[in-house]
C-alpha cells in the first residue's frame, strides 16, 4: 500500500452559534476521538519556487516538527512529520529560523471526530475565530473518491466551503488578530519558552 501523504483537506470559517451547532452534530456522525490544546511556530516561505511552511508544535504536550509543500490554501498539501523530544522544540524552532521565512507563533483548541470513510473532522477555536476542517490522507489514486466524500459530508453539515483565495483571507485575519510575529529576539524566546513550558505541563497533568 502507498504511503499516505496527501493532506486532502476542505475549510470552513464558523461562527460561535455554528461551532456549537457542529459539535452536536459531529457527535452524531461520528465519535470525539481527541481534544487538544496546540502550540505552533509556524514558518511561510518558498524553496526552489514551491511554497513551504514548516512547523514546530507541541500538542497535549507531545511535541513534532510538521512539513507543509504545495500552494499555500490548497485542499491537496504533501504533509510530513516527525516527533521530536520536548528538549530539541527550542533548537528545531533556531534551525528553522535560519530560513528567514515569516514566523507566527499561534494557539489553537481543537476538536476531532473521526467519521466514515477515514474522514476525520477538525473543530478550531481560537478564542475570536473558529473554523472547520475535513481531512483524508489519501495518495494519488484515493484523491477523486475521496474529495467526493468530503464534499458530501460539507453539504450534510450545511457548510461553505473556503476557496483558496477565501481561507488564504481567512488565515491572514488570524494572523492579524490571534497569532503573534516572532522575530528570533531573547525577549521573543524567553516569551515562546514561558509558553511552551505551560503546553508541556499539558501532558503530565493528563497521564499519558
Known amino acids: 500500500m502507498k504511503d499516505k501523504l496527501i493532506e486532502l483537506e476542505l475549510r470552513a470559517e464558523v461562527s460561535l452559534r455554528r461551532y456549537k451547532n457542529l459539535i452536536n452534530q459531529l457527535a452524531v456522525l461520528g465519535k470525539l476521538h481527541s481534544q487538544a490544546k496546540r502550540l505552533s511556530v509556524m514558518y511561510f516561505g518558498k524553496i526552489n519556487g514551491k511554497q513551504i511552511d514548516l512547523r514546530v508544535r507541541v500538542t497535549n504536550g507531545n511535541c513534532e516538527v510538521v512539513v507543509k509543500s504545495g500552494p499555500f490554501g490548497s485542499p491537496e498539501r504533501i504533509e510530513i512529520s516527525q516527533k521530536i523530544k520536548p528538549e530539541q522544540f527550542l533548537g528545531m524552532v533556531k534551525i528553522f529560523e535560519q530560513f528567514e521565512f515569516t514566523t507566527k507563533v499561534g494557539e489553537r483548541k481543537i476538536l476531532n471526530y473521526s467519521l466514515p470513510n477515514h ?55 488570524l494572523s492579524d488578530s490571534v497569532d503573534w510575529a516572532f522575530e528570533g529576539t531573547a525577549a521573543h524566546y524567553k516569551k515562546l519558552s514561558t509558553i511552551f513550558n505551560q503546553y508541556l505541563k499539558l501532558k503530565n497533568n493528563s497521564g499519558s
Do not use: P, W
Open 119 to 173: 474522514i476525520t473532522a477538525s473543530l478550531v477555536f481560537t478564542g475570536l475565530i473558529s473554523y472547520i476542517e475535513l481531512e483524508c490522507l489519501s495518495n494519488f489514486s484515493e484523491l477523486k473518491n475521496n474529495k467526493h466524500n468530503l464534499m458530501k459530508l460539507a453539504r450534510q453539515l450545511d457548510i461553505k466551503i473556503l476557496n483558496a483565495k477565501e481561507f488564504n483571507l481567512l488565515c491572514q485575519r
